[in-house]
C-alpha cells in the first residue's frame, strides 16, 4: 500500500511539472491614449413651456376655467402648423389657511390649478408668433434653444471624424517619440457630449396678446470623446 501511495505521488509530480513550467509570453506594450473634438451645431429647434394657472375655492370651477383657457390655446396654435403642442401636465394643490381642524390639520381654504402645454418647433418665428398670442391668457414659463436631432446627429459626425484623427495623431505621435511603430488595440466612443439646451426667456402673463418674443437662435456645441490603447510594435 505504501508502495502504492508513493508511485502515485510521483506520477502526480511527473505530471505537474511541466505545467507549472509554462509560462504565457509577455505581450507588447500598450499606451492609453484619449482624444476629443467639438464642432458647432445650430440651434434650430426651440421648446418652450405655457400654462394657465387660477386659484379659488371650487375645484370644479377652477377646472373648468383652466379647460377653457387650454382649449383656446389649442385653438389658437392651430393656425401654426409647424409648431408642434402637446399637454405637459395638470396640477393641483390645496391652500392652507391659519385655522386648525379638529384633528390639529391646517384647514384648507381653497384650491390652485395649473395646466402647462409644451411647444415644440424648428420654425422658430412661428414659435415666438403663437407664444406672443398665448401670453394674452397663458404665461411663458420657460424658452430653451438646441440643436435639433438631425443637426445634431451631423454635428456628432463630424465630430467623430476629426475626433479619431485626433486619437491617430496622438497615437503616432507617442510611437515615433519612443522609436516605435503602433496598431490600434481598442477604441471607445463618447458622444454624449453637448452644452445644455440655451435658456431664454422666463415671462409673467401678459393682460393683451404681446409682440412675438425674440430669439436669438445661436449656436451650440457638440463634442465626441475618444479613448482607448495602442500596441507598440517593432
Do not use: C
Not at 90 to 116: D, F, K, V
Amino acid at each position: 500500500m505504501i508502495r502504492r501511495l508513493a508511485s502515485a505521488a510521483l506520477s502526480l509530480g511527473v505530471i505537474a511539472t511541466p505545467l507549472a513550467a509554462e509560462t504565457t509570453p509577455p505581450g507588447p506594450p500598450t499606451i492609453a491614449l484619449g482624444a476629443e473634438a467639438s464642432v458647432g451645431a445650430a440651434n434650430d429647434l426651440a421648446i418652450a413651456h405655457a400654462y394657465v394657472e387660477a386659484s379659488g375655492p371650487s375645484p370644479a370651477e377652477l377646472g373648468t376655467e383652466v379647460n377653457r383657457n387650454i382649449a383656446k390655446a389649442l385653438e389658437t396654435a392651430k393656425a401654426y402648423p409647424t409648431v408642434e403642442v402637446r399637454s405637459a401636465g395638470n396640477h393641483s394643490n390645496p391652500i392652507y389657511g391659519s385655522g386648525r381642524l379638529g384633528s390639529g390639520r391646517a384647514q384648507i381654504e381653497g384650491w390652485r390649478m395649473r395646466a402647462t402645454l409644451a411647444l415644440e418647433s424648428t420654425d422658430i418665428a412661428a414659435l415666438s408668433a403663437l407664444l406672443g398670442k398665448l401670453q394674452a391668457h397663458m404665461a411663458v414659463a420657460d424658452i430653451s434653444l438646441s440643436p435639433s436631432p438631425t443637426t445634431r446627429r451631423e454635428a456628432e459626425d463630424r465630430a467623430l471624424v476629426e475626433a479619431l484623427k485626433n486619437f491617430e495623431a496622438r497615437a503616432a505621435l507617442a510611437a515615433a517619440t519612443l522609436g516605435r511603430k503602433y496598431r490600434i488595440r481598442e477604441l471607445h466612443l463618447n458622444t454624449g457630449g453637448q452644452r445644455p439646451p440655451m435658456p431664454m426667456v422666463r415671462a409673467a402673463m401678459a393682460s393683451a396678446e404681446a409682440a412675438p418674443t425674440p430669439l436669438q437662435a445661436g449656436e451650440g456645441t457638440v463634442t465626441v470623446q475618444v479613448s482607448g490603447s495602442v500596441e507598440l510594435i517593432d
